[in-house]
């Protein structure tokens, strides 16, 4: 996630309508739906009546079309979270836990509808999506039950001398409106890690849909409106940044920006929010390290390089495995390993059950890795399996071996099925590669010797470390963010609801005399 505000953000459709999946189904397409965006509770169309079209990144087919808002919908979208926030405030954390419980009843009930519609937009596979649907209930469970577990504490003043007549306690407040931006990767998994929090907290909410998919999320959002959600207390806004302007990162009402994207885009959100001090949560990408050590499950690390990198999100996680650090004693048994199992990836039609490999989200998404790839080869870099493109937005799942650190494929996030493997002689000199990198997000370290498996661990510079599995985990009861260029602060069940309230702390002088 190195690129630009514009690069990452801005992408759109590219107006070109690709192939039909690698083995050749086609299907007819149902017709294009007109969604709104969601404006104090109704469907709505942009000021302009513009719009554009969310294409299935598979087939090429226009899904729905849905309003292309601009900096007028922008300020009609905060101007109704002006009047939410005093609705939000007030609604007790009863009412908070009872509409985001029911709404997690509702996904449950809708699963499959919705499962399909975001394998429809987005393009990972049906099995992706349902277990992506099945997160995203489980977390607007888990916010549901935490609305009622905001608590502050009781301070013991008779700790300070002359001040033992006194009571002290804290109590927690949302923050106001916050703002959140949703990636295109997992939408409705990363909408549910962030929105539901911020309701939990008590907060209005102003929520930036991704322009490539924005639909999944729109109707979870009807959701959460049909269980009771305040029409002021929720806008969704569809559109692309550039003709949405700056007041979402500027105006002095929005108190807190929750991002989860690349660093270019983040370094732009920080500037802007700075002007009026407003918190920012940025959830970023990575170089995510896999280190693999003489002792590991080398069967087990191989099949975590296919699951954490090759198949699930066609590679396009924040966390998924970056590079792949091999001890040289074991690396030809791994690589013969992973070649042998990642010969076997099933790419095609992601609405079928047995793919395991879909597309990537745009035709310009495929040509990126493939000009990262590329450029890597020409530096040196052998590519053992895949190495190209399949129509317009399908990548072949890659291996390549014989990187250097300096290549594209090692030092910047690939966003694709693609695997570079290198190699290292001991424990330190692996520590020392995974750290040489401006980025710390999430890693993963493969052996059966637990002392040998936590000394790396504590010794690498992240903000999450997956012994025996892929570093691409998330459930929500686990602090999750990065150190360095990978974001500030950290998500959770508990972590979210923190960052989205302040703390107050109320002195009552005399009341013990």
Do not use: W
């Amino acid at each position: 996630m190195n690129t630009s505000l514009q690069d990452r953000l801005n992408e759109g459709t590219t107006g070109q309508a690709p192939p039909a999946s690698p083995n050749g189904n086609v299907t007819a397409p149902p017709p294009a739906m007109r969604m709104g965006m969601l404006l104090n509770g109704q469907q709505s169309p942009s000021i302009s009546g513009e719009e554009f079209a969310v294409r299935n990144p598979a087939s090429g087919e226009i899904i729905a079309y849905v309003p292309r808002c601009n900096a007028q919908d922008v300020e009609r979208a905060i101007e109704l979270a002006i009047k939410g926030r005093t609705v939000m405030e007030r609604l007790p954390a009863h009412r908070r836990s009872d509409i985001l419980g029911k709404t997690a009843i509702e996904i449950g009930r809708r699963h499959e509808e919705l499962s399909q519609l975001l394998s429809r937009e987005n393009g990972k596979t049906i099995r992706q999506c349902r277990f992506e649907m099945i997160a995203t209930q489980r977390l607007f469970v888990d916010f549901a039950e935490e609305a009622k577990r905001i608590r502050g504490a009781y301070l013991p003043m008779d700790a300070v001398p002359g001040l033992e007549n006194m009571v002290a306690y804290t109590v927690r407040h949302p923050v106001g409106i916050v703002v959140g931006i949703i990636p295109f990767n997992y939408p409705a998994e990363l909408f549910a890690h962030k929105i539901p929090g911020a309701i939990a907290g008590g907060n209005s909410v102003i929520v930036k849909l991704p322009e490539l998919c924005p639909l999944t999320v729109l109707r979870i959002g009807e959701i959460m409106l049909e269980s009771g959600m305040p029409p002021e207390g929720m806008q969704m806004l569809t559109g692309f940044p550039a003709d949405m302007g700056d007041a979402l990162l500027t105006h002095p009402e929005v108190r807190m920006v929750s991002f989860t994207g690349s660093v270019g885009a983040a370094k732009y959100i920080a500037g802007k929010a700075a002007g009026t001090l407003k918190r920012t949560a940025f959830e970023l990408g990575g170089t995510d390290v896999m280190i693999v050590l003489e002792d590991a499950n080398l069967a087990g690390a191989a099949e975590a390089v296919v699951q954490g990198r090759l198949t699930n999100g066609a590679g396009q996680i924040c966390c998924a495995v970056k590079r792949v650090l091999v001890q040289e004693s074991v690396y030809d048994k791994f690589l013969s390993l992973l070649l042998e199992r990642s010969g076997k990836i099933n790419m095609g039609d992601p609405s079928l059950d047995e793919t395991d490999l879909g597309p990537l989200i745009t035709a310009d998404a495929a040509a990126k890795v493939h000009s990262e790839v590329s450029k890597s080869i020409e530096m040196g870099a052998k590519c053992l399996l895949g190495g190209g493109r399949e129509g317009l937005s399908f990548y072949k799942p890659t291996v390549l071996v014989d990187v250097t650190p300096d290549m594209p494929v090692m030092c910047d996030e690939v966003f694709g099925p693609v695997a570079p493997i290198y190699t290292f002689k001991d424990i330190a000199g692996a520590i020392a590669i995974a750290n040489d990198s401006p980025y710390g997000l999430q890693a993963s370290v493969f052996s059966e010797n637990i002392n040998n498996a936590l000394k790396v661990a504590h010794r690498l510079e992240v903000g999450g470390v997956v012994i025996n599995g892929p570093g691409a985990f998330r459930p929500g009861n686990v602090p999750f963010g990065g150190f360095k260029q990978s974001g500030n602060g950290r998500e959770s069940i508990t972590d979210t609801i923190r960052e989205m309230t302040e703390e107050k702390a109320i002195v009552i002088n005399g009341a013990l005399a």
